[in-house]
């Protein structure tokens, strides 16, 4: 906004951090005066995206729902699906329309809607390859009993990676 209003034509933001690439993507169309570019990485790694021309490619939509799949996913370090990555999450929201308009819509409110909620949860199931279910509860018990049952008993003792099981 700030090199907007001082009427620059490139605007140039260098981070390593990939919240800054969706925060970007998802401002890029409401500024179309500028060309925003995004220099990331370093040495041989080191590029300059042209988010700007990357967005035009989407929808508004679209860019707001990649911003919140990342916020939803959270970072690769302390990511909020272990195992899990970012490919199969933004693979899923590409293939299923639904999920991105659900993800559009987290952040316009303080109050999260039972029926986003739901969709969520759904989102969620999906992420772990079980499309069919759409409750975390559900999923986590089924999960559960793979992990830990035999002939429909319970053997806490296996050794068992809970944070393998989906968030609550």
């Given at each position: ?40 990485g ?8 042209n ?28 990511s909020?699906?272990?195992?899990v ?38 989102f969620?199931?999906?992420i ?22 035999k ?18």
């Amino acid at each position: 906004m700030y090199g907007k209003e001082k009427g620059y034509q490139y605007i140039r933001i260098k981070s390593p951090d990939s919240d800054v690439f969706f925060i970007l993507l998802h401002y890029a169309l409401t500024l179309k005066e500028v060309v925003i570019l995004f220099d990331t990485g370093t040495g041989n790694k080191q590029r300059l995206i042209n988010i700007t021309e990357l967005a035009e490619n989407y929808t508004q939509s679209h860019c707001t729902a990649l911003m919140c799949l990342h916020a939803y996913t959270r970072c690769d370090t302390t990511s909020a699906f272990k195992g899990v990555g970012k490919v199969k999450p933004l693979k899923i929201l590409q293939k299923t329309p639904k999920f991105a308009a659900m993800l559009s819509r987290l952040g316009e409110e303080w109050d999260i809607t039972e029926d986003l909620i739901d969709d969520l949860e759904e989102f969620t199931c999906a992420i772990y390859g079980r499309a069919r279910i759409h409750q975390v509860d559900e999923l986590r018990h089924i999960r559960i009993k793979e992990l830990c049952a035999k002939e429909d008993q319970l053997y806490p003792s296996r050794n068992v990676d809970l944070g393998s099981l989906p968030p609550c």
